[in-house]
């Protein structure tokens, strides 16, 4: 184990900024022109709601740390945030209860298979191995303190409402649809509870985790949440701060290991940048001191990550130097003007 010792400095992400406003807005749409029309993947059916999704809906949002927006598309086109609700969550829980107790119970490491698998528990002594699988949300959802599973939604809705800088709704249709064939994630609340990882009842919480999967949002909402955890927990729109920089710093950290399933390792070195993406379509890509990109598409790949959302991402990344890893010879790189901030 590595000793996490608190610190009294601040710590602020900083990683340069954004590219002068026009040179992002003209970026953003060039990514959207460049992808709109791909029709590689398919719809996800597994959720019966959700295979009515129109495919042709795509919407990309970027916004800043100042809180400038750049949106081409549907980006106000609502869709469940499905798995991206596990990222805010984990964070939420993260604030309530420290750094240890979350790493301790829950775990940070990528089981390398699908995110509904039983048998990385199994293997692992019932350690659900990470909270961006559905076994670590369902642990990480039962950590969230609260005396009823009421309780506990609410505090988790007005939590990723805060995030998103509006009071997020729970999207009906959704929730009965996903309560109906929610087997799976029933047989892992049991199965996390009889390895003692869930204190509360696993069905309650597993019907807490349904719901939180099913809030409505928007790419522009995606990007609002992604840039608080850019800025250190300070959400652009509303200037609240919602979480600390430590637990940002812990989220993004998960995210960039575990955030994209069994293809984390490809997005890393492809893109460079923490994201969660769901099933749903929608994508959320974080530049910690920068801001982040939401996306939505609903065609997705093997995986269940958007593909036109992948690749806007990835032109994003290369186009506006998001990428966490990019290294150029000290001196020669272009120095970017900071955009006006809309805070």
């Given amino acids: 184990m590595f000793e996490h010792d608190a610190l009294d400095i601040e710590q602020r992400a900083s990683t340069g900024a954004l590219p002068p406003r026009s040179r992002v807005d003209r970026l953003v749409s ?3 022109e ?15 709601v959700l295979a009515a999704a129109d495919a042709s809906h795509f919407g990309l ?20 945030i499905q798995s991206i609700s596990k990222a805010f969550v984990f964070a939420l829980v993260c604030e309530e209860l420290g750094h240890e107790a979350v790493h301790e119970r829950v775990g940070v490491n ?16 019932g350690s659900p191995m ?3 699988v559905n076994a670590g949300a369902i642990a990480t959802t039962a950590l969230v303190g609260a005396s009823s599973a009421e309780e506990r939604w609410a505090r988790v809705q ?11 709704s729970l999207d009906e249709d959704v929730y009965l649809s996903e309560s109906r064939t929610n087997l799976r994630n029933r047989a892992i609340g049991k199965l996390l509870q009889s390895y003692g990882r869930l204190d509360p009842d696993p069905l309650e919480t597993v019907d807490v985790y349904t719901r939180q999967c099913s809030l409505a949002v928007t790419a522009h909402d995606l990007a609002v949440m992604g840039a608080t955890l850019a800025d250190g927990g300070v959400n652009p729109v509303t200037g609240e701060q919602v979480v600390s920089a430590e637990v940002c710093r812990d989220t993004l950290a998960v995210l960039a290991s575990c955030g994209m399933y069994e293809r984390s390792g490809e997005w890393l070195f492809e893109i460079g940048l923490p994201a969660k993406s769901g099933v749903s379509g929608g994508i959320v890509a974080v530049a910690p001191g920068k801001g982040a990109v939401g996306a939505y598409s609903p065609r997705l790949d093997t995986a269940g990550n958007s593909v036109r959302g992948q ?33």
């Avoid at 949002?61 to 869709?79: K, N, Q, R, T």
Wanted: aromatic residues 6%; hydrophobic residues 35%; negative net charge.
């Fill in 61 to 80: 949002s970027v916004v800043s740390v100042g809180g400038s927006l750049h949106e081409a598309g549907d980006v106000d086109i609502p869709f469940s």
């Fill in 34 to 48: 460049r992808y709109a029309s791909v029709d590689d993947g398919a719809v996800a059916d597994y959720i019966p």
């Fill in 311 to 343: 690749r806007a991402c990835a032109h994003l990344s290369r186009s506006l130097g998001l990428n966490l890893f990019a290294s150029v010879r000290g001196g020669t790189s272009e120095t970017s003007e900071p955009e006006e901030s809309h805070g």
């Fill in 110 to 125: 990528n089981t390398g298979l699908a995110f509904n698998s039983l048998i990385a528990m199994e293997l692992n002594g």
């Fill in 130 to 132: 990470n909270p961006m």
């Fill in 30 to 32: 060039e990514a959207y």
């Fill in 158 to 168: 007005r939590g990723l409402s805060r995030f998103a800088g509006r009071e997020l």
